[in-house]
């Protein structure tokens, strides 16, 4: 069974159409890549999924069901801003997690933030912006979730934050897990995806296996992704 799946979906605010008659199959077990501008519907497409937001038109099924306070429970979301409350020590933020996560493996996190010396009693408003990205990147990939959304993970932060983010994903999530990472910086994140999506005005003009659309343009995901959205 897919783990998303997509039938026509339409998201309109106002007279402003965000997302026109999306149609997509994600299967479970596979990092895909969301590629696209700013403004080209990729946080309106994680909202939708995550039931943050209600189609227009058109239906949206997770695992095989409606979005739902069931289905939400199953998904592990990381925005594109700080989320956390802010005067929350590190420590507590962990015992918020165990407390509303039934997934959540504190282990896991703790031994993460132990690598990165992390202290876990400074609150989160003390951190810097660097290291409050890898705490919310660590806290959603220490749950053994069936989805995970991450919005744009590694927008504003340093090369080396970067590295982290990525080896951080791919070496803790669940590999019977579907992953959709949203991103304009497909350089970075292009080793890992399996597939890609890239949408431009809130329409799909490709969806494709990374290796079969490098040998088919004889290019990188990178240099294609510039090629379709050059100016």
Known sequence: MAAIVCNNLTKRYGKTTALQNVNLSLEPGRI???A?????????LIKLIQRMLVPTQGQIMINGSEPSPETKAHIAYLP???FL??????CALMDLYGKYYGDFDRASAEQMLANLAIDTTQTFKKLSKGTREKVQLILTMS????????????AGVDPAARDYIIRTIISNYNPEALVLISTHLIADIEAVLDEVIFLKQGQIVLHENTDDLRTRVNMSVDEYFREVFKC
């Open 85 to 90: 409350p802010d005067w929350m020590k590190v």
């Open 36 to 44: 696209g501008p700013n403004g080209s519907g990729k946080t309106t």
């Open 32 to 34: 895909i890549g969301l």
């Open 143 to 154: 749950r053994k979730a069936e989805v995970y959304l991450l919005d744009e993970p590694i």
């Open 80 to 82: 594109d801003r700080d």
